[in-house]
């Protein structure tokens, strides 16, 4: 079960996603896409980490906020093509197996190695914590995400590469697990997209919601031509009769991705001589993207409007995750000398 062949023999994927509610068109580009594509040669497994979300919550707003986010998600996912007949979409609360082999993970997870992972640096920071006053569930998040990926004995999993460390980790743990209890889980392997990184509307930072430089993906054409009107482009063409750098502005980026060929080069030479403003070019770009996101917002409204539709698939995922789930623990629980 590790390589992605035809018939009974397709690799094992998982992948999860925080529920921070509408997807924008860098998530798109950099993980859901290929989520997508993916369905065709592996058995695929999807995952709302809704448990993952609380290793950061600071108020009870954001826990109210929860529910709402996950099924505006997960319409994202359905919209864009992940497929309930062929993958397990679910929610990671649902199946509460995780939370057991989370806790028996820990048996075997030395604390420097958590301390050490750069995400887990970087989140005391920017939460304005210590090593000493954050939550002992945030040191463990890679724990958990490595109890996600086992827990399906999923052999591939595809991230970005801010995702890579924890990956390692996830093989570390379970290279130990395997010495110490006997041979049971497959060395999850990361699997990096080689999409173009998204730069967001200021030009500058990754496209992300946080920096609010994002297109949503469900948002109205309208919306989008209005926030792509704000975009920051070369920053020396002050003027309309300024020559602009295309190679300098994102918004020359995104024709490259979602215009064609043929437009992007005209795009190239009318902005080099100054024969096109920067206002038309951004018209021009969301009309691009606005093509391009048609069918997806097409079908987006199409599941929205049947009621119940999100929760019965994540009610369905639910099942068919904790059928698995509760075959593994029946090997771990044997192979630790419990139960
Ligand atoms: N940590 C991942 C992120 O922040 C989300 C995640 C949780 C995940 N569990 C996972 C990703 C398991 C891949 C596999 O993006
Ligand atoms: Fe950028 Fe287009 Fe303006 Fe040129 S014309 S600087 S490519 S927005």
Request: net charge negative.
């Amino acid at each position: 079960m590790t390589q992605p062949t035809s018939g009974n023999h397709k690799g094992v994927i998982f992948s999860g996603m925080r529920p921070t509610g509408l997807l924008h068109l860098g998530n798109y580009m950099g993980a859901l896409q290929n989520w997508v594509t993916l369905q065709q040669d592996y058995n695929c497994i999807y995952c709302a980490v809704d448990i993952h979300a609380l290793t950061t919550v600071e108020s009870p707003d954001e826990t109210e906020s929860i529910k709402p986010n996950i099924g505006d998600m997960v319409l994202d996912w359905l919209a864009a093509g992940v497929d309930p007949e062929k993958s397990i979409v679910f929610v990671q609360s649902h199946v509460p197996e995780v939370m057991t082999l989370h806790t028996l993970l820990s048996m075997v997870t030395p604390l420097g190695w958590l301390t050490r992972v750069p995400t887990f640096k970087d989140k005391v920071r920017q939460m304005h914590e210590t090593e000493e006053t954050v939550n002992y569930g945030l040191v463990g998040y890679p724990v958990l995400q490595t109890a996600d990926i086992i827990l399906y004995k999923a052999d591939t999993v595809p991230v970005g590469q801010d995702q890579v460390p924890h990956i390692e980790l996830s093989r570390e743990i379970v290279r130990r697990f395997n010495n110490l209890f006997g041979e049971t889980f497959p060395e999850p392997q990361a699997k990096l997209t080689e999409a173009p990184l998204l730069v967001g509307l200021d030009g500058q930072n990754k496209m992300s919601k946080t920096l609010d430089n994002h297109l949503d993906l469900a948002a109205t054409p309208e919306e989008t031509t209005k926030r792509v009107l704000t975009a920051f482009t070369d920053p020396e063409r002050v003027r309309r009769e300024i020559p602009g750098r295309p190679e300098v502005c994102n918004i020359y980026s995104l024709h490259k991705i979602f215009s064609s060929a043929k437009a992007t080069q005209t795009v190239y030479e009318e902005c080099t001589t100054a024969q096109r403003g920067c206002v038309d070019c951004k018209r021009h770009i969301a009309d691009s993207i606005n093509d391009y996101l048609k069918e997806l917002r097409e079908r987006r409204e199409d599941f929205k409007a049947r009621p119940g539709y999100v929760q019965e698939i994540l009610h369905e995922g639910g099942k068919k995750a904790r059928a698995i789930a509760k075959e593994t623990m029946a090997e771990v629980y044997e192979k630790m000398g419990l139960g």
